[in-house]
């Protein structure tokens, strides 16, 4: 079973509001990920971690930035939260189990609505 | 033409059944493979993951991986209601790669 946990699991924000979105994992992966997903629609990769002071944008743009200062926390933050930012946010770390083996698992994600 | 495809569904089955979900790839440099099951409004689930040919079983659910035609599949035996859900295949090529998943069939498996 994956230890990996977000908090908040729901919030409801006003527009133009910062907030930051928690992630911690107990299993000492290097990797962790950050997902966006909408109701009935496909995942989509927006920041990822290889490691302390490692983090790189996804495949879609987004404005929120993510920091990795400690290995088991990848928090994720919006300076300036809009509708447009309403979605479910999905973190989730890896590790590789052998050669041609990587598991990646995921938090039970954060449920965001801007007004 | 995307790296993963999946059909959308939903894939209808009677309880009992075998449920067959389907997964082409495009890059012939993927190393292993991973089912997720994605209960609705829930986060994915790793179910099983497979890197050679050939079948690969684990109690109810069977992957099977075809690298010559690009394709992977699950198959779920003696389907359950409980089995309903969304399933996205995902494809990992290896070294510091990140998976890239489809976007999922749902299926749905009636009493």
């Known amino acids: 079973e994956a230890d990996i946990y977000q908090t908040p699991r729901y919030l409801v924000i006003g527009t133009g509001k910062k907030i930051t979105l928690e992630c911690s994992q107990t299993?000492?992966?290097?990797?962790m990920y950050w997902y966006q997903q909408d109701p009935g629609m496909e995942l989509h990769l927006i920041h990822y971690?290889?490691?302390?002071?490692?983090?790189e944008k996804g495949d879609l743009s987004s404005e929120s930035t993510v920091s990795r200062i400690r290995t088991e926390h990848f928090p994720l933050t919006l300076e300036s939260a809009r509708p447009s930012h309403t979605s479910q946010y999905l973190c989730?770390?890896?590790?590789?189990?052998?050669?041609?083996?990587?598991?990646?698992?995921f938090g039970p994600g954060t449920r965001l609505t801007v007004l | 033409q995307k790296e993963v495809e999946q059909n959308s569904g939903p894939l209808s089955v009677p309880e009992g059944a075998i449920a067959s979900l389907n997964c082409t790839y495009s890059?012939?440099?993927?190393?292993?493979f991973f089912w997720y099951r994605q209960y609705s409004g829930k986060s994915p689930e790793l179910i099983m993951f497979?890197?050679?040919?050939g079948d690969k079983e684990d109690g109810r659910f069977t992957a099977q991986l075809n690298k010559a035609s690009q394709y992977v599949s699950l198959l779920i035996r003696d389907s359950q209601p409980s089995d309903s859900a969304t399933y996205l295949c995902?494809?990992?090529?290896?070294?510091?790669?990140?998976?890239?998943f489809g976007k999922g069939t749902m299926l749905l498996v009636s009493p």
């Open positions: 989730a770390s890896s590790e590789f189990k052998q050669q041609g083996v990587i598991e990646q698992f």
């Open positions: 299993m000492g992966h290097d990797k």
């Open positions: 971690s290889y490691g302390v002071n490692s983090t």
């Open positions: 890059d012939r440099g993927s190393q292993s």
């Open positions: 497979i890197y050679s040919n």
């Open positions: 995902a494809r990992w090529i290896g070294g510091y790669s990140t998976l890239t």
